[in-house]
């Protein structure tokens, strides 16, 4: 939204207009980042908001409407999974072009090891769910599967693409996509998903009783290739660069949004359980994963233009965001730590019985020791971020409180 308000502020054209009028030797200027703060601010604003709302949706004072749709429909939950696939895609190994010569040598171990990790949380959660008696809706991913799965497959394509030829992500994007939306609608999958093979909704062998994750992981490949384009897009570091690519944004804005509404109104509409095309081009709209990148053409075209680029010596010691950057670094490990609070916290309270103020008590203790676990971690790491302060962290906690309290 910094953009359109950018571009449809009359003060904010007439200070374009003069900086390439009398300050054009600054379109020369680089934006040189090996870490985007566009893509670290997404990356960790999807994992803080996911984070509260798997705990929140438990107790009562959490709005129904933003709980997850059950078949059709959307909610601010149905983004979780999306977002965090496209999070992944975007700093991908395939998004930052890395040359398979240059990674021949640990590529195939990184890739069982990183494979192995989500195969192992996905039975670990199996396992603890079915010990503890934890409540869980089947209909989501199926009985036996859950989104460790989806992304440990999501992986092992990735790693199998690396090993080919192929570059056109976009492309191939499209065709899983149509491919998936195809089979759910001509080849009877959506009713598969939806009723099971009798059209009873019985569970009766692996498949069917996991026929909503099995299903879905296609849906997110091809999210998740889209995601990889996208992350791609990266190109010079020249602020004239920056400056088209803003213009370009806009219009792929525009572009999504028909295909979401003519898809919402002759294809299918926005579906989390199947994953489908409309809940793809939804996912890449509602997610912002333009909005960051918009944001930091407009800060960071004000900012060079007005004489303040980072001197050259300062670069490499340049701190990032503290907190977010500590949480996008440990992607990961913040989400699985999320859910194990989640688990310990219904299995100590009964959360839809618990008070509205005690509630809010509960979920500021939550978040918060999230948040203190990163900032440990980045801390005492070798990437150690010295400026990371506990008034810089109270206040990006104070603002991500105030964003959910204002959607509460």
């Not at 300062?314 to 730590?337: K, Y």
């Not at 008070?355 to 900032?375: D, R, T």
Request: charge should be neutral; aromatic fraction near 12%; hydrophobic fraction near 50%.
């Amino acid at each position: 939204r910094a953009c359109v308000c950018a571009c449809t502020d009359p003060d904010m054209l007439n200070f374009y207009l003069f900086c390439f009028n009398n300050h054009t030797s600054t379109l020369s200027s680089n934006l040189s980042s090996q870490r985007l703060p566009c893509i670290t601010a997404f990356r960790s604003c999807t994992l803080l908001l996911t984070a509260i709302c798997i705990l929140a949706v438990d107790f009562r004072m959490f709005p129904r409407r933003l709980a997850k749709t059950e078949i059709h429909g959307t909610g601010l939950m149905d983004l979780g999974t999306g977002c965090f696939v496209l999070a992944n895609a975007l700093t991908a190994p395939e998004a930052r072009e890395i040359s398979i010569v240059q990674i021949s040598h640990w590529f195939l171990k990184k890739q069982v090891v990183s494979t192995s990790v989500l195969v192992g949380l996905g039975i670990g959660r199996l396992v603890a769910t079915e010990i503890t008696g934890y409540h869980g809706h089947v209909t989501e991913y199926g009985t036996h599967w859950n989104f460790f799965f989806t992304l440990a497959v999501i992986r092992v394509f990735a790693a199998l693409l690396r090993l080919t030829s192929v570059r056109c992500y976009w492309g191939l994007a499209l065709i899983v996509g149509a491919a998936y939306e195809l089979a759910l609608l001509c080849f009877g999958l959506k009713s598969f998903v939806l009723h099971g093979w009798a059209g009873t909704g019985d569970r009766a062998d692996f498949i069917s009783a996991n026929r909503e994750g099995l299903a879905s992981t296609w849906g997110y490949m091809a999210l998740y290739l889209g995601g990889v384009e996208l992350g791609r897009c990266r190109g010079s570091p020249a602020l004239t660069f920056w400056l088209w690519r803003l213009l370009g944004l806009l219009f792929m804005n525009a572009v999504f949004w028909s295909l979401l509404f003519i898809c919402q109104i002759l294809v299918d509409p926005v579906s989390r359980r199947l994953a489908n095309l409309a809940f793809q081009l939804w996912t890449v709209e509602q997610s912002e994963i333009i909005d960051p990148h918009q944001d930091f053409c407009v800060v960071h075209f004000i900012w060079c233009v007005c004489g303040a680029c980072e001197p050259t010596a300062t670069r490499s010691r340049h701190l990032g965001i503290c907190l977010l950057d500590a949480i996008n670094r440990n992607a990961l490990l913040f989400f699985l730590i999320a859910n194990l609070g989640t688990g310990l916290t219904n299995l100590v309270l009964d959360t839809l019985s618990t008070p509205s103020g005690h509630a809010s008590i509960v979920l500021f203790i939550y978040i918060w020791g999230l948040c203190l676990c990163m900032h440990l971690l980045q801390s005492c790491s070798l990437r150690h971020v010295s400026n990371i302060t506990i008034n810089y962290f109270t206040l990006i906690l104070d603002i991500h409180f105030k964003e959910i309290a204002a959607l509460l």
